[in-house]
């Protein structure tokens, strides 16, 4: 577009950022540009499949260069500021870019001020998880190398990105513990930031019932406030007060997230979820600026984040970029989302909802909170391949 370095300007080239560059270029945009720091792009959902010992890090990760669609600008740079009145970006190499459409999608990062001691513990391996990448390929030998003793696992609290999904290493521990006769002598504990793991009663009915079987300690509405790695000690925040749990032999510790900064500071975020950006949960368009839209794990669309989700934001995006030029009517995402959860190392359940947790199954009539063993392979060999091949390539 005459006048602007970008037509469509993307932040973020995780996901989102990519599905969408690849959707608008498949429905005639030409002039689409994605800003992207890293050099790397990975397929999330199989970190946990690493930490569960089913997976590698080779099978999740391509470099960025393979994933940025063809006919797509790469600007291998960190946004740093957005000055929405200007419609620019500024990046931390000094380029400033302005664009005639934004889409902010830079995700989560890690708010490791928020748990003291944990980064630390991170370095000393001592505590590794799913969501920490660098820490994930030691987190399977880790937990499989476990005779006796205690372990923690956590779900991080809101913002997070598909956070139930951090049980997944544990239920897939817990099998193998429970296989190899070890299970009654370890002490399982799992912290959870609401009273219970899903917030959907069909699901949560389930997964209770697996807690009690395997004989995992439930703490509730809890969350780590910091953690010691010399003594091994967790120390929780919880509805009675605080709780240390001590001589923790290894703890699957998710960080807390936040949204990068500058979204805050270019007075686009929300004040119900600080730190997101503030946007319209079915139009996907910003609240205060009507050339902004955001989705993804940074945008606050009063739904569980999930790449699963992202189907259908790209879609909906998509077509919402072209109709506000066109003066027409905007499309609406109606929340959809899922939290796939392995409840052995071979079943799992999708728990597939819209926004007010209704289910919403993508195979039609199948009840989406029943574990199963295809849903299990799907999730992971055939979820992969479609990822790679249809959803990065904006043909889903
Ligand atoms: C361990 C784990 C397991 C998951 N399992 C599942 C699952 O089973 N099913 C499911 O549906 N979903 C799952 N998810 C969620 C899913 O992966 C995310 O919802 C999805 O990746 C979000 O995409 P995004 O593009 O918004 O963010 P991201 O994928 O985080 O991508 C953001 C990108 O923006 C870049 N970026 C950040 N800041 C800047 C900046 N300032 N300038 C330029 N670029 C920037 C980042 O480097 C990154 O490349 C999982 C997530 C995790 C972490």
């Known amino acids: 577009m005459a006048g602007t370095d ?24 030409d002039d689409v540009t994605v800003v992207a720091s890293s050099p790397g792009h990975r397929y999330k959902p199989l970190l946990n499949y690493v930490a569960g010992g089913q997976s590698t890090m080779a099978e999740l990760e391509r470099p960025m260069a393979d994933v940025v669609p063809d006919g797509c600008r790469w600007v291998r740079d960190a946004v740093e500021s957005v000055d929405p009145a200007a419609m620019t970006v500024r990046t931390r190499g000094g380029l400033t870019l302005s664009c005639a459409t934004l889409v902010l999608c830079p995700g989560l990062v890690e708010d490791w001020d928020a748990t003291p001691g944990l980064q630390s513990a991170y370095a000393e391996g001592w505590a590794a998880s799913s969501y920490v990448p660098g820490s994930t390929p030691t987190v ?38 429970r296989r190899s006769g070890v299970l009654a002598d370890l002490q399982v504990r799992l912290v959870l930031p609401a009273a219970t793991a899903t917030g959907l009663p069909e699901a949560d009915r389930y997964l209770e019932d697996a807690f009690a079987d395997l004989g995992v300690e439930v703490l509730r509405e809890s969350r780590i406030e910091r953690v010691d790695g010399d003594l ?10 605080r709780r240390v749990l001590e001589d923790v032999d290894f703890a699957h510790a998710v960080p807390h997230y936040r949204a990068p900064r500058f979204i805050a500071e270019a007075g686009l975020s929300a004040d119900a979820t600080p730190g997101l950006v503030d946007v319209d949960p079915e139009t996907l368009r910003s609240r205060r600026h009507d050339s902004i839209w955001a989705i993804g794990d940074a945008a606050d669309l009063a739904t569980r984040p999930s790449g699963g989700g992202l189907r259908k934001q790209v879609n909906v995006l998509a077509k919402n970029i072209a109709a506000a030029r066109e003066g027409k ?41 029943v574990p199963r063993r295809w849903q299990w392979f799907f999730d992971r060999y055939g979820l992969p391949q479609v990822y790679w091949r249809r959803i990065l390539r904006g043909r889903v």
């Open 329 to 369: 009517r905007l499309s609406r995402y109606d929340g959809y989302t899922v939290m796939p959860i392995t409840v052995t190392r071979r079943t799992l359940m999708l728990n597939e909802v819209t926004r007010d947790g209704s289910p919403s199954p993508s195979v039609p009539f199948i009840d989406p909170f």
């Open 6 to 29: 970008a037509d469509v300007l993307i932040v973020g080239g995780g996901n989102a950022g990519i599905s969408l560059a690849a959707r608008l270029l498949r429905d005639g945009f």
């Open 140 to 177: 399977w030998p880790r937990l499989s190398s476990l005779r006796s003793g205690s372990v923690v696992f956590t779900v991080p609290p809101e913002p997070a990105s598909c956070g139930p999904t951090a049980l997944k290493p544990l239920f897939m521990a817990c099998d193998s513990w």
């Open 232 to 241: 091994h000690s967790v120390t929780l925040a919880t509805p009675s007060g």
